[in-house]
């Protein structure tokens, strides 16, 4: 019976140690799960933190994209307005002109953010575009974005000589680059090969290059053309860069002639005389050995022939410049005259043609010539073995036996002004953060 007794209590004593042995293994594993929770719930906060503050960033350079949009498309409406619609139908006067557009949609409807416009200046050749894009961020916050976008005109002068239906080099004409903010041509260094020539043409043979003739630069042929059929050279001309053809078509705008002009009628000189005004002229002639000094910043309108004789001679005076601009007739230079542009600065002599201008432009005289031509619709004949420095663009280009021409990079930066007749084009661009 005791023994039995014994037996029991041993039999409980067992039981109850092994209830405690699990009890004591389910809690070791309950300690060691909550420590591992905490774990990783220590790694997953970090984790989750940095997928909400991506998640915001995210948000926001989207709303950022989204507002630097509408800037720029606010720019693009400025642009649209000046060159083809009426902005002065805009709040402000000729001195600022604005408008806002609210809660501007998406194609699908949805409100995107607003536009705030301000043209500074819009009549003027150089206008200020700043455009204001707003979107809701989060809340009442806002991302503001601002581009600010100066204005100009076209910039003609990329090429020493551009002729739309074509170019004719005669034998041994030389045509290469230099830059007359460094100095003159002679200066060491200062001569390149940029002295690029082309066409819009894509006729056979557009461009020409005779023998012994040499092209320090590119020549380059119509849009889409082949440049071996268009630009033919000579057995002994040479090319020093490439032939290529255009990635777009080149269109230059037609030139407006200024309003208000004082008109001086028939204007014939046969003695010396200085010009310091300027003025619309119904010619302009001057007579052999005669001597014109320009003496201020002028410009010559003339809607008929421009003349000099043998041995005449116009002056442009350091610190002067010239514009003349043809409305018709014909521009001639006999063989011994020389319009001299003391300077040396080819961009203060510039000879215009306007749309109604299709004469020639004929130039052969006896001295180095410091200027450029822009007359999309004539034909020039350059006969210039003394060095004519600066560049052309005409309809078609004669280059004469022995021509030398080297195209100033200057001229790069020379434009044609809305105030002429060119459209406005984005001269440089600037995005402003303001959060």
Do not use: C
Not at 56 to 83: C, F, M, P, Q
Not at 183 to 200: A, K
Not at 223 to 250: C, F, M, N, Q, W
Not at 338 to 364: A, W
């Amino acid at each position: 019976m005791d023994e039995t007794k014994s037996n029991d209590v041993q039999r409980k004593s067992v039981i109850s140690k092994g209830f405690k042995s699990r009890h004591e293994e389910q809690g070791f594993v309950l300690i060691v799960g909550m420590v591992v929770m905490a774990i990783l719930l220590l790694l997953a906060v970090p984790f989750l933190y940095q997928v909400s503050f991506e998640n915001k960033l995210t948000n926001k350079s989207y709303k950022s994209s989204a507002a630097i949009s509408l800037a720029e498309a606010g720019v693009d409406r400025a642009i649209w307005e000046l060159n083809y619609g009426d902005i002065s139908s805009w709040t402000g006067d000729d001195t600022l002109r604005t408008m806002d557009i609210s809660s501007f949609q998406a194609s699908g409807g949805s409100v995107i953010g607003d536009v705030g416009i301000k043209v500074v200046y819009p009549t003027a050749d150089h206008p200020i575009v700043e455009s204001r894009g707003t979107v809701l961020y989060v809340g009442d916050k806002k991302v503001v974005r601002t581009v600010r976008s100066e204005l100009g005109g076209f910039p003609p002068f990329k090429f020493a000589a551009f002729g739309d239906d074509g170019i004719m080099i005669d034998r041994q004409v030389y045509i290469d680059s230099y830059d007359s903010r460094n100095g003159d041509y002679s200066n060491p260094g200062n001569s390149g090969s940029d002295g690029d020539i082309g066409t819009n043409s894509v006729s056979f043979s557009a461009i020409y290059m005779d023998n012994s003739s040499d092209l320090a630069g590119d020549a380059v042929s119509g849009y889409e053309s082949d440049p071996e059929s268009v630009i033919i050279t000579a057995p002994g001309a040479h090319i020093d860069g490439e032939k290529r053809a255009l990635t777009v078509p080149i269109e230059f705008p037609q030139i407006t002639p200024p309003s208000g002009l004082l008109w001086v009628g028939d204007y014939s000189m046969s003695g010396t005389d200085s010009i310091f005004l300027s003025g619309q002229y119904g010619s302009f002639t001057m007579e052999a050995n005669s001597i014109v000094t320009i003496e201020d910043d002028v410009i010559l309108y003339i809607t008929g022939d421009f003349y000099m004789d043998q041995n005449s001679r116009l002056d442009i005076a350091d610190g002067a410049s010239l514009q003349i601009i043809m409305g018709s007739g014909t521009f001639e230079m006999d063989q011994t005259s020389s319009m001299n542009n003391l300077s040396r600065d080819p961009t203060k002599l510039v000879l215009f043609g306007t749309e109604s201008f299709t004469g020639d432009i004929y130039i052969d005289q006896n001295s180095e010539f410091y200027g450029a031509i822009y007359a999309p619709n004539a034909f020039v004949e350059l006969d210039q073995a003394d060095g004519f420095y600066g560049a052309i663009i005409a309809n078609n280009v004669l280059f004469d036996q022995d021509t030398v021409l080297h195209y100033d990079k200057a001229l790069e930066d020379l434009e044609i002004l809305p105030s002429m007749g060119s459209l406005y084009i984005v001269k440089s661009w600037q995005i402003k953060v303001s959060d």
